[in-house]
């Protein structure tokens, strides 16, 4: 009974994961893109006071701005979203890859390694070292400074 849950269960979390349900209302909720994509007419173009032009011609460059950002967004992104998202995640799963099955292993075998050099390097500074400094240590034990302020 346990082990048809915990299968259960387990085959839940991976549907969860390939399935999840997508915001369509809020398409940044971790918020990466906040200040860098945000760009609006006034950003871009703005008419310093004594040099406006026609109340008509700011409208319509105003419009002409906005929508053709708008669709110039849509078409690009209509046109390349798929196959960039493809060659996006094709990246990051190679770099899932190289994690998981080199960079952790090495770092792990590095670890492994390493302990076995520092216990070799600490003998040597325990059996080398700590007596050569105890015996100074005892040498310099006796040296008395004193200061004499003179008028």
């Known amino acids: 009974m346990m082990a048809e849950e915990h299968t259960d269960l387990e085959a839940q979390i991976v549907k969860d994961i390939h399935f999840k349900e997508i915001d369509l209302v809020n398409r940044d909720p971790k918020n990466i893109n906040e200040d860098i994509v945000k760009v609006d007419f006034e950003d871009v173009i703005a008419e310093p006071v004594g040099t406006y032009s026609f109340d008509g011609v700011w409208k319509v460059s105003y419009t002409t701005f906005t929508v053709s950002k708008y669709w110039c967004y849509r078409l690009l992104s209509t046109l390349l979203g798929v196959p960039l998202a493809l060659l996006w995640g094709f990246l990051f799963a190679c770099i899932s890859f190289c994690h998981i099955w080199a960079v952790v292993p090495c770092i792990k075998s590095y670890l492994i390694e390493i ?3 520092s ?3 600490s003998l040597c500074i325990r ?10 240590g005892q040498i310099c034990s006796n040296i008395k400074v004193m200061l004499r302020k003179e008028v």
């Not at 059996?127 to 100074?136: I, M, V």
């Open 127 to 136: 059996t080398f070292c700590n007596p050569l400094f105890a015996a100074l």
């Open 115 to 117: 302990q076995c050099i």
């Open 119 to 121: 216990h070799i390097y």
